[in-house]
Each structure stands twice: as structure tokens, then as C-alpha cells.
């Protein structure tokens, strides 16, 4: 051991081989972390859902900071806003009447469908079991 301490040229060589290994295990971090970024990339852009609004539509938008303040039983959609106008790559001008007229990401939209609600009570009553 302690010959190849004293031997330069021989700890140079050992050195300059621990250099090339220590190359190679970076390398190997390199192309593991884009492999890995790729199949990211792919799950992610297989689950966003295509959505496609036309000017008049009624939507509701997403509030994602309604998460500061929690409340179990509130809706983090708000709306109905109306399109008012469609721009390429996703983005959404919407307006309401009191919020007025601003751009939005189409992701944190999705459409409302107005339906009409009956006003009739109905009842239906339980039995005990037997």
C-alpha cells in the first residue's frame, strides 16, 4: 500500500480511473432524470382533458385559493360566467356582471349546465323493519 502512495504515476492512473467511473455513474443520474421527466411529461399530458368553449357558453371557475380558508361544505367553483371571447393556447376572457371582464387558464373552467328545478315537495315515506 504504501508503494503506490510513493508511486506517482500509479496514483495518478488510479485517480484518473476513479475520475472516468465517477463521469459515467453522472452520466448514468443524467439520462435516469430525463427518462424519468419524459414519462412524466406523458402521464401528465394523457389525463388533461381537452376543453373547448364557444363564445355565450356559461362556465364555472375554479377558485383554488378558496384552500387558505377551508370550509367543508363550500364549493370552490364559482360562477356562472359567461365567454366572451376565445384566445389560442388555452386562454378564456370571461365576464360577469359584478366581477366584470378578465382572462383566465381554460383548465380552471369547466361548463355549467342550467337546468331547471322542480319546485314540487315530494315525500316518501319509511317503514320499520320487520
Do not use: C
Request: hydrophobic share 35%.
Amino acid at each position: 500500500m504504501k508503494l503506490l502512495n510513493f508511486d506517482l504515476r500509479a496514483a495518478g492512473e488510479k485517480r484518473l480511473l476513479q475520475l472516468h467511473e465517477m463521469e459515467v455513474f453522472r452520466n448514468n443520474a443524467y439520462e435516469n432524470a430525463r427518462i424519468y421527466k419524459e414519462r412524466t411529461k406523458a402521464w401528465h399530458d394523457k389525463h388533461i382533458l381537452k376543453r373547448e368553449f364557444q363564445v355565450g357558453q356559461k362556465v364555472l371557475l375554479y377558485n383554488s385559493r378558496l384552500r387558505l380558508f377551508p370550509g367543508k361544505l363550500r364549493s370552490r367553483w364559482s360562477g356562472p360566467f359567461i365567454v366572451s371571447r376565445v384566445f389560442p393556447y388555452g386562454a378564456i376572457e370571461v365576464t360577469h356582471e359584478t366581477k366584470g371582464t378578465f382572462k383566465v387558464n381554460g383548465q380552471r373552467l369547466k361548463p355549467y349546465f342550467e337546468e331547471e328545478f322542480s319546485k314540487e315537495k315530494s315525500s316518501l315515506e319509511l317503514q320499520t323493519p320487520k
